[in-house]
Every structure is written in structure tokens, then in C-alpha cells.
């Protein structure tokens, strides 16, 4: 693997592609630094050797140009203060003030490009822009597993322009290691935990998983599509209609291939969308008509926390109710606290990122399991055995 270890940034101006895509509240304040955390080993490095650092990224889906609430200056301050140094910001990514900036840039300096989505030209992968951005420094280094999926300008097809000097940094260094481990390495007993609101969305990655997990775990809005499929009264739940028929012959081939599926038994509903609703615990094959399941109920976290304590490999996608309210979260803490307990007694635990990072973020576990991807996407399409193209443009 190509990586910045390789290189001494002695005098070099590395161009790094970053994902400080973080969530940002009413105020400009950032609600989660993660990914910005994340990616400071990489730049620390580079200044720590007397190499200049220029970032690029993208924050949000601005989608007519400049647009305030987009802007990345909105991250400067917090990031001056985790680097502690004054960073640099070019209020565009491209033209003379950032080329300017970018040559007058000095070793150990920082500077911090406008988003990139301001010019629709980053996400169409154009060339031109991308070979634009690649003038701003000497070698490129890509650290953005969060947006790896992606076949953009400053992701992908920038590589091009540095066809000697192309590196993955640290943070992708590790979420591809920790990636191998999971799909090439895992110690068994294997289990795999699949949540979140849609099987459409995960369909790839389970038929995959099935080669390769002990066990399979399905929790959150999904279930309810399997409960249906197998017969049952599901209420007002989230249900795919259309996808019961792939819903059975998962379990169909899960069966063919000895894998054991474990779905929930029963679940906490309510009668309305709402912290605030009536609950109420029902089985999963009997849940009255104008109830829905919110989230997996008492009997289920016990079943499910009893495979994940005696399992030495962990993979968590997906919430197992709508955890972001209160009343709902409680079967998703419980998970999370499994997962912690078998982290203890020595398994591998990696939490896919989105809604699975938010919530061991929202109980106070990150630290607390092995590994917290900061891809959404990128982890999902990794899994299921894609080329990410991010990978792929440093590597080839
Ligand atoms: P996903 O992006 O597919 O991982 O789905 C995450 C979302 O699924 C979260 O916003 C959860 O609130 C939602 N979710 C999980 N379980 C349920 C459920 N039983 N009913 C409705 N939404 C759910």
C-alpha cells in the first residue's frame, strides 16, 4: 500500500484530500469533530517533517454555487485549535487567491481550500478542475475514506497528475486495514449485525456477509419486512412490500450455507411516529394495526446481546430502532453495550459509520470498541467487494 510513511514531506507541499464533511448546528457550531480528529495524524506528520499542508473537502450538498451555510471557513477556527496553529483559508479552491496562497504557503503552514462542491465540475469528476486543483502542490495525499466511493475530481481523478506522487494517508491506511480484517482475517465466531431502515439498501452486503459470517444478526426497521414475509402482523412498521420474496430467500440461503439468522422475537411499538407516543411491548408476529415497531424489544436484546457476547468478530451496520429519540433507543444501547462487553473479552468490533457511529457517539462507546468507520457508503460498498475508486486512482 502506497502510503505517506513512504515519503519524507521535507520541503514538499502535499495537497491532501480530507473529509471534514462533520455536522455542523444552527450556530456554525460543529455537532461532531470526528472526522476532523481523524484526520490529524496524517496532517501532523506532514508538518512535523517541514512539509506545507494544503486541505481540500467537500461539507454538505450546496447545489448552485457559493452558499454560506456550505462554506468551509465555518471549520477554521476549531481546526486551528486542534492543530494549535493558526490555518490559513482560501475562500475558493481554484483561481489566482488560492494559488497565490498555496505558493506563499511556508513549511509547517497550513492552509484550508474553500468546498469543493462549489463547482459542480468536483462531483462530475471533470478534468480540467481536477488538474486545476493538482497545481497547488507537490504530491497528493488522499485521506478521505468518507467520500472513497466516489469517482470525483479531487478524489480520483486528480491522481492522474501525480503519477509519482500519490499516497493513501493515515486514516485510509486504517479503515482499508481494518476493512481487510474483518472480510479476510476474522476469528471466529463471526457475527454481523444489520439494522437501519431499509434490506434495499443492505441487500448486497448481506448476500456477501453470508459467506462469510457465523451468525447474522437483523434488527431495526428492516426486521419488519422478514416478519411480514414469514406471516406475521407487522401494523403500521416500515415495510419493503416489494422485497419479501428477497426477504425468504435470504433466509433460504442462509439455511443452505449454515449461517444462523436471528431476527427479533419482539419490539417496543407505539401508536404514533413520536417520542411522546403510547408504548408498548408486542411480539413481532402480532403487532396491532395502527401500532408500529420503533424499536427491538426486551426478549430480542437478550437473544442478540447473548450472540454478540460470544462472538470474536463484530461488524455493526445499522440501528436497531430509532435510536435519535429517546424513547426508541434503548434496544440500540443495548447492542451497543454488548458489543462493548465482547470488545472487553477480545473480539474485533467495527462499527460500519453513519447512523452506527452516531449512536455509539450518542451513548458514549466509541472509545470503547475496536474500530469506528468514518464511511457511510464507502465501508458499505467496500464490504460488498467493490473497487472504490478513491482506492483504485492511488493504487493503479
Ligand atoms: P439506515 O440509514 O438504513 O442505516 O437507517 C437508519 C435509520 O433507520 C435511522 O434514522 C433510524 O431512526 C431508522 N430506523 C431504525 N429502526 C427503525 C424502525 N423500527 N422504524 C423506523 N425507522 C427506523
Not at 47 to 76: N, Q
Not at 88 to 110: H, N, R, S
Not at 153 to 158: K, L
Not at 364 to 385: I, K, Q, R, W
Request: net charge negative; aromatic share 8%.
Amino acid at each position: 500500500m502506497k502510503t505517506i510513511d513512504q515519503v519524507n514531506f521535507a520541503g514538499k507541499k502535499a495537497l491532501i484530500r480530507v473529509d471534514f464533511n462533520v455536522p455542523l448546528d444552527g450556530d456554525y457550531n460543529i455537532t461532531d469533530d470526528n472526522r476532523m480528529t481523524a484526520a490529524l495524524p496524517t496532517i501532523q506528520k506532514i508538518l512535523k517533517e517541514g512539509g506545507a499542508v494544503i486541505l481540500m473537502s467537500h461539507l454538505g450538498r450546496p447545489k448552485d454555487g457559493p452558499t454560506e451555510k456550505y462554506s468551509l471557513k465555518h471549520v477554521v477556527k476549531h481546526l486551528s485549535d486542534l492543530l494549535g496553529q493558526q490555518v490559513e483559508f482560501a475562500d475558493d479552491c481554484i483561481g489566482e487567491q488560492a494559488v497565490e496562497k498555496a505558493k506563499d504557503l511556508k513549511a509547517g503552514e497550513v492552509l484550508l481550500l474553500e468546498n469543493l462542491r462549489f463547482y459542480k465540475e468536483e462531483e462530475k469528476g471533470d478534468k480540467d478542475f481536477a488538474e486545476k486543483l493538482s497545481k497547488l502542490g507537490d504530491v497528493y495525499v488522499n485521506d478521505a475514506f468518507g467520500t472513497a466511493h466516489r469517482a470525483h475530481a479531487s478524489t480520483a481523478v486528480i491522481a492522474q497528475f501525480f503519477p509519482n506522487a500519490k499516497y493513501f494517508g493515515y486514516l485510509m491506511g486504517a479503515e482499508l486495514a481494518n476493512a481487510e480484517k474483518i472480510l479476510n482475517g476474522a476469528e471466529k465466531p463471526f457475527t454481523a449485525i444489520m439494522g437501519g431502515a431499509k434490506v434495499s439498501d443492505k441487500i448486497l452486503l448481506i448476500e456477501k456477509l453470508l459467506e462469510k459470517v457465523d451468525n447474522l444478526i437483523i434488527g431495526g426497521g428492516m426486521a419488519y419486512t422478514f416478519a411480514k414475509a414469514q406471516g406475521g402482523k407487522i401494523g403500521k412498521s416500515l415495510l419493503e412490500a416489494d422485497k419479501q420474496e428477497l426477504a425468504l430467500s435470504l433466509l433460504e440461503k442462509a439455511k443452505a450455507k449454515g449461517v444462523n439468522i436471528i431476527l427479533p422475537t419482539d419490539s417496543i411499538i407505539a401508536d404514533d411516529f413520536s417520542n411522546d407516543a403510547n408504548k408498548s411491548v408486542s411480539s413481532n408476529k402480532d403487532i396491532p394495526d395502527d401500532w408500529e415497531g420503533l424499536d427491538i424489544g426486551p426478549e430480542t436484546v437478550k437473544a442478540f446481546s447473548k450472540v454478540i457476547e460470544e462472538s470474536k468478530t463484530l461488524l455493526w451496520n445499522g440501528p436497531m430502532g430509532v435510536f435519535e429519540m429517546e424513547s426508541f433507543d434503548k434496544g440500540t444501547k443495548a447492542v451497543a453495550e454488548a458489543v462493548v462487553r465482547a470488545t472487553q473479552n477480545g473480539a474485533f468490533s467495527l462499527i460500519g459509520g453513519g447512523d452506527s457511529a452516531a449512536a455509539v457517539a450518542k451513548f458514549g462507546l466509541t472509545n470503547d470498541v475496536s474500530y469506528v468507520s468514518t464511511g457511510g457508503g464507502a465501508l458499505l460498498e467496500y464490504m460488498e467487494g467493490k473497487e472504490l475508486p478513491g482506492v483504485k486512482a492511488i493504487n493503479e
